[in-house]
């Protein structure tokens, strides 16, 4: 084949490549040779000279496809309106297959032809030109698709969807429907306007899409009435997730999947959407319940629908608000915080897994977990009472991390811990629980208590991660301390060791606290004079620790020491542990069975008050005795006959023991904590903004001290006026409700 131009007979060719074009386009057989040869003969009629003959072919064309069509049409009215879906879709199938194979037929046409004189994409997008201009040309494939639009798809249109509505209704019912005839003349009206670069679906949704979805939210509104009046509410939402799961199903059967969300949505709508009122109401005794099947249910209805599970969730939080506060109200019996955490745990972990098998973890859920576990964890008698809930959970982690807790594992411990993290995060008061957590921790260190220094350690690491360095420094730094000590008694008694002819007498260890990191009060220690067994001990570690640390004081703290006492006096040996107030009082009588009360006070130089104190420990174990109360007049005397069924037992000391006071003054210490928390925060962010509003510094204050306590806006008020006297900040002139930075 020559690609030179030359001159061609245009109607000789025609004649010759029309026979072709209708085998092309009927799906017939075309031998190659044929093929290629109308191939050439396409390329010379555009070729053509003295003048290409492209434009004539084209037209040609189109009259060819307008003629074809219009017989096909015909073909399908002839059949009769009960046959008229299958016999279109039999020539829809045979056309549109023809179609593609002709386009490639005219491949040079469209290249050099038809492409050309196309809009660009850019004139389509910035030009303002509309994709429909009817003077543009097609390329033969499209014109053959746009044909068929005009000729078969317009003339046809109602009673296509007449019949196709038909079949979908009969499908709603159960009878047999030709699944592929009705896809394909569905999918037809979509395939005809595939090349269209903007809005191709529009043919689609304009003839089928947006009838069909009115036709189906007909259908449903009118099944919907039908099943709530014949049904209960449990019954009526598991037919309706039927109908919506058939109607999915339905709609991937015939539809184009740009239809599935569409009539999908408007099923919702019709059969949720619409009895919302009916749905939430039965909500209440769903939850109430705890019906998993019917809540579930609910929640695959309402979640789809705008707004729908603001009812729902709202039954949900307060339910396990209720039950949350059931739990913890009515606590009684001696282990009142532990089972303070494990109910509310019990609540917890009940509602996580209801919310995670029933509403598949939502995010709206789990918030309202969260909102309900706090309101029962932070739960006040009145808003003059304090929250128990962080001195419970300290006493809990007491009690846990203490030596009497036996029997628990490692893992087992470690549960546990991560537990109380669970409880703790609900806390609005962490700070009261810091407090209480550091004086509980200082005892279990000072005394020896600790059940594991390991898991001690994992709880601070957990606090940690929970609330931030900041929030655990201070237990960190006991911790330092207790090694730092461990290594100083080495030291000591490497040190006593090197020295000749020194002999202590006693065995001796001493742990040395950071006064900062420690919740020990130095303040009103009792005046007190240590044996004389101890005086070379410590006068020996006061000139080892200033050898050590030039310039450092020791203040010792008596009241938190402790001793054990060999008892020989009776019948078999004891050894006793007890606090170093009532070792003092007990080696008084190493030259004396009977001592008096002034006697006992000369020799300690105890405040009458706690030798009253410590004496009567003593009487109440019964290792010494006197007639009556004590007082300042009282004679004691060492009982000589004292027996215990255990040779080695241990005397609790005053200190060790919780008291009403203590627990005051730990909320007094919290309270004045807070106020300089406070203080802090509101010249940090007046630092940062100079000149701010009253109600704007407020939110920002109560915003940046949320993680660590709810403070009350009257103390944020008080706290802004103790400012202005230290004259941190001012009032602006203009306005009294603005303030200030002038520090």
């Not at 769903?286 to 705008?306: A, F, T, W």
């Not at 006061?542 to 020989?568: I, P």
């Not at 109440?620 to 007049?633: A, F, M, N, R």
């Amino acid at each position: 084949m020559s690609l030179k131009p030359r001159k061609v007979d245009f109607d000789a060719t025609w004649t010759t490549l029309l026979e072709t074009v209708k085998g092309v386009v009927t799906c017939a057989k075309v031998d190659r040779a044929t093929w290629n040869d109308r191939f050439s003969d396409v390329y010379a009629l555009c070729v053509a000279c003295p003048d290409p003959l492209s434009d004539r072919l084209y037209t040609e064309t189109k009259k060819f496809l307008e003629n074809h069509v219009s017989t096909l049409f015909q073909k399908v009215q002839g059949n009769g309106e009960e046959n008229c879906l299958s016999t279109y879709h039999k020539h829809w199938e045979e056309y549109s297959k023809g179609s593609g194979y002709l386009n490639q037929l005219y491949g040079y046409l469209n290249t050099t032809y038809i492409k050309k004189q196309k809009y660009t994409d850019a004139d389509l997008s910035y030009g303002g030109i509309s994709t429909d201009t009817a003077d543009q040309l097609l390329e033969i494939g499209e014109l053959a698709l746009d044909t068929w639009k005009r000729l078969m798809i317009e003339p046809l249109k109602e009673t296509l969807l007449k019949l196709i509505l038909n079949e979908v209704a009969r499908d709603r019912v159960g009878e047999l429907v030709n699944q592929t005839v009705v896809h394909g003349v569905i999918n037809s009206f979509v395939n005809v306007q595939e090349y269209k670069r903007k809005h191709p679906l529009m043919l689609y949704e304009e003839l089928l899409e947006t009838p069909y979805k009115l036709e189906t939210g007909a259908h449903y509104r009118q099944e919907a009435a039908k099943l709530k009046d014949e049904h209960s509410c449990s019954d009526y939402m598991e037919k309706v997730i039927t109908r919506l799961d058939n109607e999915d199903f339905r709609s991937r059967k015939f539809l184009h999947p740009s239809s599935y969300n569409k009539i999908t949505h408007e099923c919702q709508q019709r059969m949720v959407a619409d009895h919302l009122q009916f749905l939430h109401g039965e909500c209440k005794d769903m939850v109430k319940q705890e019906r998993r099947r019917d809540l579930s249910n609910m929640y695959k209805l309402l979640k789809p629908i705008h707004g729908g599970l603001g009812v729902l969730i709202q039954e949900v939080e307060g339910h396990i608000k209720q039950t949350g506060l059931e739990a913890v109200k009515s606590l009684k019996g001696d282990n009142v915080p532990g089972q303070f955490v494990e109910s509310m745990l019990e609540v917890h972990q009940k509602y996580t897994e209801l919310i995670q098998g029933v509403f598949h973890s939502d995010q709206q859920f789990v918030g309202a977990l969260d909102k309900a576990c706090a309101a029962a964890i932070n739960f006040k008698q009145s808003a003059k009472h304090l929250c128990k809930s962080p001195e419970m959970l300290s006493k809990y982690c007491d009690n846990l991390l203490k030596k009497s807790s036996k029997g628990v594992s490692e893992s087992e411990m470690d549960d546990k811990l991560s537990n109380c993290i669970t409880v703790f995060k609900y806390l609005d008061d962490k700070d009261v629980f810091q407090r209480f957590y550091s004086r509980m921790l200082a005892k279990r260190l000072i005394y020896g208590q600790s059940a594991s220094m390991d898991a001690e350690e994992a709880m601070i690491n957990k606090l940690k991660q929970a609330c931030g360095y900041e929030f655990t420094n201070k237990l960190h730094r006991m911790f330092t301390d207790v090694s730092i000590s461990t290594s100083l008694n080495k030291e000591f008694l490497d040190f006593i060791q090197s020295k000749e002819n020194v002999e202590l007498g006693v065995n001796f260890s001493i742990m040395v606290l950071q006064a900062g990191a420690w919740p020990i009060g130095q303040s009103n220690l009792p005046s007190f004079s240590i044996p004389q067994e101890l005086e070379k001990s410590v006068q020996m570690f006061e000139a080892f620790y200033n050898v050590k640390y030039s310039g450092r004081k020791l203040t010792w703290l008596h009241n938190f020491c402790s001793a054990e006492l060999k008892f020989n006096h009776l019948k078999r040996p004891y050894f006793v542990t007890m606090g170093s107030f009532q070792m003092a009082i007990l080696l008084l009588f190493n030259s004396s069975d009977i001592l008096t009360f002034h006697d006992i006070r000369e020799n300690t130089n105890l405040p009458e008050k706690e030798l009253i104190k410590q004496l009567q420990t003593l009487i109440d174990t019964k290792i010494v005795s006197t007639e009556g109360e004590v007082t300042s007049c009282s004679c004691i005397s060492l009982n000589l006959g004292y027996t215990n069924k255990r040779t080695k037992f241990k005397i609790t000391t005053a200190i060790q023991k919780d008291s009403s006071q203590e627990v005051e003054q730990t909320h007094n210490a919290v309270e004045e904590d807070r106020k300089m928390y406070l203080q802090a925060a509101i010249v940090r962010i007046m630092k940062a903004r100079k000149i701010l509003k009253h109600a704007m510094l407020i939110q920002e204050v109560i915003s940046q001290s949320r993680a660590r306590f709810a403070p009350s806006v009257p103390m944020i008020k008080k706290c802004i006026e103790s400012l202005i006297d230290k004259s941190y900040l001012e009032r602006t002139a203009n306005s009294s409700d603005e303030y200030s930075y002038i520090a």
